[in-house]
């Protein structure tokens, strides 16, 4: 009732003043006075900037536009991560980790990082940053509700103080209580970008700082799943289901200064250029595991979750990582021939702890590990007319085995159809938890020298009108996974031990999805299917066969076109596979073979509206939920979401 009253607040306002006069589309000159696209009443000779000075630029310099339409693609970014989360499983709570369904959604960098994957889900890369160019202030405001008590919100700003600096502020918020015990999340995420560039783009500059921070209540799953599945009505209120952890907690935080400058030898642009580049990373991140109760409790019998500990209570595991890069460039840019790129970088970091540990039998586990890594590399990028392509190649010149060869190849043979090919060849060194791990938990301490791993890549895009399909092969050799070397023993007392494993045969993966919409005059029937299949000898890429999404909708005006609403159902599925488990104390999700998940439907009830630049989103999720089996989950011991009803909005002004 409340979500309904909220929705009466905000459409009809927005209703009321929804009509516009006609206003004149001329270009935007950015030094002349001018006023936004949603102005309604316009001053003498101003002129009206166009959607497409709404700039969004990565850092690879692709531009997109910003972008207020209600699409159903739009509707599936409507979440916590802001984008498609197909081949991704959500736990129960908002802000939790992902189970990874799509084998081919994970990227590889050939630099360690520090490790904890199941973390870095809604963690910001530096690759995700994005630089923007506004002729009038841009604003946006993201709203959703959560899982009970909570909220989650991003705020964005941008503006250019003249046409050749932009600034531009966001910060996201979120808190979400949960249905379990020790479920709450809270996350805080700060961004803030510059770019600039001379009237002449001789000296271009783009620059963030980040300030991240991801807070997790971790209760280690539900101790007995009998009692979920048994469709007893007590246990509808899931804070009746037992957890191993009741105060557990880990924190994700890390900041980060970059930037990426260019400047252009030659004082006039022409056929012929030559840049002289610099990128610049400095990134510290901070991983902390705290469990004040040591000893779990399933029925009325304590254990031991995580076998014996060094200390009786208070765990307190804490790891630190510093990282930074220095890459130095020289471009050459011809407008025949394209842009040839050679550069040589330096990457240092220092993964840390505070101590050193000697074991029973004499093995030590150091206190740090410190790399420094010189790579020398080139780059060719070439565009002529329909074709598109960016060939890179880095190999280390120190001790260290690591290269990386990119190639990727576009033609685009009009404006309905494009095909993409990428080939890829990784030699990748180990993130620094599969080599070094210190825990206040006995078994949770190791220090390794695992091998590089090595990834080839072939895949393909096809896009058209008819079918859009992406296929991938993958051959990985000497992968590095986590798993569970838990004894019979210690499984009967539900005792997990987490140990990194490298697995020395090679795994082939063949993955291929495709995406088609049909259209009935307003009906709309959009479908996504994915097909996968693993060749190994042991249970070690663990990957669903099958996984699909349809959506059924309806689309229409009404008020005089001033409201667009779609509404309709999403279906989701996937087949029955032993999905990776989640362990909070590494921070990473590990293999296991006891358990199968899946082969299980959920059913979203959706109505999405459009009022000029405000979408606005209803959704009933896992509405089926309500009269279906308790045989849905997200990982062994942690189900997926029961039904619940979520709004949320997206509102930009053009000021």
């Known amino acids: 009732?409340?979500?309904?009253?909220?929705?009466?607040?905000?459409?009809?306002?927005?209703?009321?003043?929804?009509?516009?006069?006609?206003?004149?589309?001329?270009?935007?000159?950015?030094?002349?006075?001018?006023?936004?696209?949603?102005?309604?009443?316009?001053?003498?000779?101003?002129?009206?900037?166009?959607?497409?000075?709404?700039?969004?630029?990565?850092?690879?310099?692709?531009?997109?536009?910003?972008?207020?339409s209600l699409t159903l693609k739009s509707a599936y970014r409507q979440n916590y991560l802001r984008k498609d989360n197909f081949g991704l499983l959500e736990f129960s709570n908002i802000g939790q980790t992902y189970n990874t369904l799509q084998y081919s959604l994970n990227s590889f960098s050939p630099y360690p990082e520090i490790g904890f994957s199941g973390k870095h889900f809604d963690y910001m890369q530096a690759s995700d940053i994005k630089y923007y160019s506004a002729a009038t202030p841009f604003t946006e405001l993201f709203f959703n509700t959560t899982i009970n008590k909570g909220q989650n919100v991003d705020s964005f700003i941008t503006l250019n103080t003249s046409k050749n600096l932009n600034f531009s502020v966001a910060y996201r918020g979120l808190r979400s209580e949960g249905n379990y015990i020790n479920q709450l999340v809270s996350v805080g995420n700060f961004r803030f970008t510059t770019s600039y560039a001379t009237t002449d783009k001789r000296y271009i500059l783009n620059a963030h700082v980040t300030y991240q921070d991801v807070t997790n209540e971790e209760n280690g799953g539900i101790t007995t799943p009998q009692d979920f599945e048994s469709n007893d009505p007590d246990f509808k209120n899931r804070q009746r289901l037992q957890v191993y952890l009741t105060d557990a907690e880990?924190?994700?935080?890390?900041?980060?200064?970059?930037?990426?400058?260019?400047?252009?030898?030659?004082?006039?642009?022409?056929?012929?250029?030559?840049?002289?580049?610099?990128?610049?990373?400095?990134?510290?991140?901070?991983?902390e595991y705290k469990q004040p109760t040591v000893l779990s409790t399933v029925g009325t019998t304590p254990v031991q979750r995580f076998g014996d500990s060094y200390v009786t209570s208070n765990i307190n595991d804490r790891t630190r990582f510093e990282k930074l890069y220095n890459k130095a460039g020289l471009a050459y840019e011809n407008s025949l021939l394209g842009k040839f790129y050679f550069f040589i970088d330096d990457y240092r970091s220092n993964y840390e702890y505070n101590r050193i540990i000697v074991k029973e039998n004499g093995h030590i586990i150091p206190d740090n590990l410190f790399l420094q890594i010189n790579n020398v590399g080139g780059q060719y990028e070439y565009q002529k007319n329909k074709w598109n392509g960016r060939f890179l190649?880095?190999?280390s010149i120190t001790n260290q085995s690591l290269s990386d060869l990119d190639a990727k190849l576009r033609y685009n043979l009009n404006k309905d159809f494009q095909f993409d090919f990428r080939y890829r060849n990784i030699n990748k060194l180990p993130n620094n938890n599969?080599?070094?791990?210190?825990?206040?938990?006995?078994?949770?301490?190791?220090?390794?020298?695992?091998?590089?791993?090595?990834?080839?890549?072939l895949g393909a895009n096809v896009f058209t009108p008819w079918l859009n399909a992406e296929v991938q092969y993958s051959v990985l050799k000497d992968h590095l996974y986590f798993t569970d070397v838990s004894t019979d023993a210690q499984a009967l007392v539900h005792t997990q031990i987490i140990n990194p494993a490298q697995y020395g045969n090679v795994i082939n993966y063949f993955s291929i999805k495709a995406n088609k919409e049909f259209k009935f005059g307003r009906f709309g029937f959009d479908n996504t299917l994915l097909y996968q299949k693993v060749d190994q000898s042991e249970l070690i890429v663990n990957v669903p066969d099958f996984v699909t999404r349809n959506t059924l909708y309806y689309s229409s005006y009404f008020f005089k076109k001033a409201l667009f609403m779609q509404t309709g159902i999403v279906f989701n599925y996937f087949t029955k596979y032993y999905g990776n488990d989640y362990n909070p104390v590494v921070g990473e999700f590990f293999?296991?073979?006891?358990?199968?998940?899946?082969?299980?439907?959920?059913?979203?009830?959706?109505?999405?509206?459009?009022?000029?630049?405000?979408?606005?989103?209803?959704?009933?999720?896992?509405?089926?939920?309500?009269?279906?089996?308790?045989?849905?989950?997200?990982?062994?011991?942690?189900?997926?979401?029961?039904?619940?009803?979520?709004?949320?909005?997206?509102?930009n002004w053009f000021e």
């Not at 599969?434 to 890549?457: C, H, M, V």
């Open 1 to 68: 009732m409340r979500i309904l009253f909220f929705l009466y607040l905000m459409i009809m306002p927005a209703l009321l003043f929804s009509q516009e006069k006609n206003t004149s589309k001329n270009n935007l000159d950015m030094n002349t006075k001018y006023s936004s696209i949603t102005d309604t009443v316009k001053k003498k000779k101003s002129l009206v900037a166009k959607i497409e000075q709404y700039q969004i630029i990565t850092l690879e310099h692709d531009t997109t536009y910003a972008d207020t």
């Open 250 to 287: 880990s924190l994700l935080k890390g900041h980060r200064f970059f930037f990426d400058h260019a400047f252009r030898i030659n004082p006039k642009g022409g056929d012929n250029n030559l840049f002289v580049t610099h990128q610049f990373n400095y990134e510290y991140k901070f991983f």
């Open 393 to 395: 190649y880095t190999r």
């Open 434 to 457: 599969y080599n070094l791990y210190q825990s206040s938990y006995i078994a949770y301490n190791w220090s390794n020298d695992f091998k590089n791993e090595k990834i080839n890549q």
């Open 591 to 651: 293999v296991q073979n006891t358990k199968q998940i899946g082969n299980y439907a959920t059913f979203d009830f959706f109505v999405n509206a459009r009022i000029r630049q405000t979408r606005f989103y209803l959704k009933a999720e896992h509405f089926n939920s309500s009269f279906s089996n308790n045989d849905y989950y997200s990982a062994p011991n942690n189900p997926y979401r029961d039904f619940v009803i979520r709004f949320g909005l997206v509102w």
